[in-house]
């Protein structure tokens, strides 16, 4: 009796089954080997439209309440400049987001820490901003909240070098290679110009600078999200 082996059937698609059992295997969500990011696929393209018009929204409704009352005031204007502010840092996350999505600043340890410890001082500053807008008059000069107030100014300052770093490192391509740059370099701006031409003017510089700067890198990211994304 002999025995013949089972010839290999040629009709059958191995690659079906095998994407079936490991979806990372398929062309659409592919990453970069070893480096947690994702290609630009149309769902994170998506994502990161999404992203940036959180940061042009955020930017937009600060960008009002420093037009409306300047940046520096009291009462009932000083409350809605701290949570405008707030919606403001939240647009900064949706950058921060994409930034740490698409590693930015570069793949090695110290470059992906730097976007987290920015992350920590920007919602350090962020519980600042909701806590002095809505706690009562008494608690605001608080010497622990004002510990808190520093994270604001170190975040914009940590926003700066997030940017250089971004220009040097190049993953970020064309226009928004460099327009963070313009966006994050917003303290070192309107700081200045209130110092030399007072509120009155730091009111147009600062609401203007923001319009210039962040609202417009969050329009680039949704309508060119691919030039923030690794090539193929």
Known sequence: MTE?????????????????????AGLQSAGLPGSGVLRSGAAE????????????????????????FATVNEGVQERIGDLTGLAF???????????????????????????????????LASIWSLLHGVLPGSLQDATWLLVLDFCWPLSMIGMMVIGIKLAITGRWRGVLRWWPLVAESWAFVTIPAMVVFGDAASRWVGG??????????????????????PKD
């Open 4 to 24: 013949t082996p089972a010839r290999a059937r040629t009709d059958v698609d191995l690659t079906a089954g095998s994407e079936a059992a490991f979806p990372s």
């Open 208 to 229: 203007g600078h923001l319009l210039i700067g962040y609202a417009t890198l969050g329009v680039l990211l949704a309508l060119k999200p691919e030039l923030v994304t």
């Open 89 to 123: 840092q939240l647009g900064l996350f949706c950058l921060l987001a994409i930034q740490f999505r698409t590693r930015a600043t570069g793949l090695s340890r110290p470059a992906v820490a730097m976007l987290k410890v920015e992350a920590v001082i920007l919602g």
């Open 45 to 68: 393209l998506t994502r990161i439209r999404r992203l940036g018009l959180g940061l042009t929204a955020g930017t937009l409704t600060w960008a009002a309440s420093i037009f409306a």
